[in-house]
């Protein structure tokens, strides 16, 4: 089990790496050593972290830390797990929400123990990440001690442990990546179409369009479904989808496979908070397959 003295140790110092070693500073866990593939971002965590030392080989950053994060990038996880020489009763813990336990098989032939411990959190800058981490899911795998460890770290850290099974973690990280990457790419469709259209920036249109998704978002995670379902399709507003429909397929036609699509799935959440009358929603419905098959309105 964790405590304040456990060594822990960070191999990949990358975002997600450098953000759990402040992360776990401010709670008063110990990151006593850190390898990267270059030795410039070992260091560039070390400098974060006091009493953190960069070491050039991967091995000996393994060799002085009982817990170590394994926070490369998903592909480079077995390599590593298969290369270095572990100690019996380390724990090594991969970050990847896609990979289960199993890329961690090599660590078991010599008494360590895998873990999987993913924060439900996008980590583009470390500060903003260390701030959005408390509140946040972590989706965990492991047995006995290194779940109730993974449970404990991220009780700490402020965040909602979650535990997953292995045939859980595809599905999971596919529907995170929806909530988080794949919004991303709408929101920058929906930036480039104002961009093109209405003469506004890029940037400038994704800072109009934050209070609505940060509000939308709010009212989701208060209110729950159906509750917080807002928007013409709710509302039965089938004048005004069809507009829609109409500019979309002429202005931002790239948007409009997305929309339909969307619109769709959210009909049967409409449906359930009885705002519009059946019909309407029956002829939304219509109207949108026959808009995702090329037949405007
Ligand atoms: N980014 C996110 O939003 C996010 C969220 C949750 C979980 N994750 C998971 O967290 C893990 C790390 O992601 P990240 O975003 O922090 O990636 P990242 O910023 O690209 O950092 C990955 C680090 O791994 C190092 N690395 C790559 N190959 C290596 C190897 N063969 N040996 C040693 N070090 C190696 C790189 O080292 P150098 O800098 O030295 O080249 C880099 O610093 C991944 O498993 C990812 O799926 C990411």
Same mark, same amino acid.
């Given at each position: 089990?964790?405590?304040?003295?456990?060594?822990?140790?960070?191999?990949?110092?990358?975002?997600?790496?450098?953000?759990?070693? #402040?992360?776990?500073?401010?709670?008063?866990?110990?990151?006593?050593? &850190?390898?990267?593939? &270059?030795?410039?971002?070992?260091k560039s965590l070390a400098r974060l972290v006091p009493g953190c030392v960069a070491y050039p080989e991967l091995q000996s950053a393994a060799d002085n830390a009982e817990i170590i994060f394994v926070t490369t990038s998903d592909d480079a996880i077995g390599q590593i797990a298969s290369k270095i020489r572990w100690r019996?009763?380390?724990?090594?813990?991969?970050?990847?929400?896609?990979?289960?336990?199993?890329?961690?098989?090599?660590?078991?032939?010599?008494?360590?123990?895998?873990?999987?411990?993913?924060?439900?959190?996008?980590?583009?800058?470390?500060?903003?990440?260390?701030?959005?981490?408390?509140?946040?899911?972590?989706?965990?795998?492991?047995?006995?001690?290194?779940?109730?460890?993974?449970?404990? #770290?991220?009780?700490?850290?402020?965040?909602?442990?979650?535990?997953?099974?292995?045939?859980?973690?595809? #599905?999971?990280?596919?529907?995170?990546?929806?909530?988080?990457?794949?919004?991303?790419?709408?929101?920058?469709?929906?930036?480039?179409?104002?961009?093109?259209?209405?003469?506004?920036?890029?940037?400038?249109?994704?800072?109009?369009?934050?209070?609505?998704?940060?509000?939308?978002?709010?009212?989701?995670?208060?209110?729950?479904?159906?509750?917080?379902?807002?928007?013409?399709?709710?509302?039965?507003?089938?004048?005004?989808?069809?507009?829609?429909?109409?500019?979309?397929?002429?202005?931002?036609?790239?948007?409009?496979?997305?929309?339909?699509?969307?619109?769709?799935?959210?009909?049967?959440?409409?449906?359930?908070?009885?705002?519009?009358?059946?019909?309407?929603?029956?002829?939304?419905?219509?109207?949108?397959?026959?808009?995702?098959?090329?037949?405007?309105?």
């Open positions: 089990m964790i405590n304040y003295q456990t060594p822990i140790g960070i191999i990949g110092a990358g975002s997600v790496g450098k953000t759990l070693a #402040l992360a776990m500073l401010n709670k008063g866990y110990i990151t006593n050593s &850190t390898a990267s593939r &270059t030795f410039e971002s070992a019996k009763g380390q724990t090594v813990i991969h970050c990847s929400g896609a990979a289960s336990l199993d890329v961690l098989e090599p660590v078991r032939q010599y008494g360590a123990v895998p873990g999987a411990f993913h924060p439900c959190q996008t980590f583009s800058s470390v500060s903003e990440a260390v701030e959005s981490l408390p509140g946040s899911t972590f989706a965990i795998e492991g047995d006995g001690d290194t779940r109730a460890t993974l449970e404990h #770290l991220a009780t700490a850290l402020g965040g909602n442990p979650i535990f997953l099974r292995p045939e859980h973690k595809p #599905l999971y990280h596919g529907t995170v990546v929806m909530a988080g990457g794949i919004l991303n790419t709408l929101l920058g469709a929906i930036a480039d179409s104002w961009e093109r259209e209405f003469k506004i920036p890029r940037n400038d249109a994704l800072k109009a369009l934050t209070p609505i998704t940060k509000g939308t978002a709010i009212s989701l995670s208060s209110k729950g479904l159906p509750t917080a379902a807002a928007g013409p399709h709710v509302r039965g507003d089938v004048g005004t989808i069809k507009k829609h429909i109409q500019s979309i397929s002429l202005q931002a036609p790239e948007l409009l496979p997305a929309y339909c699509s969307m619109l769709l799935a959210g009909l049967g959440i409409a449906a359930e908070k009885e705002v519009a009358p059946e019909e309407k929603i029956t002829e939304i419905r219509e109207m949108l397959i026959e808009a995702s098959d090329g037949r405007l309105p």
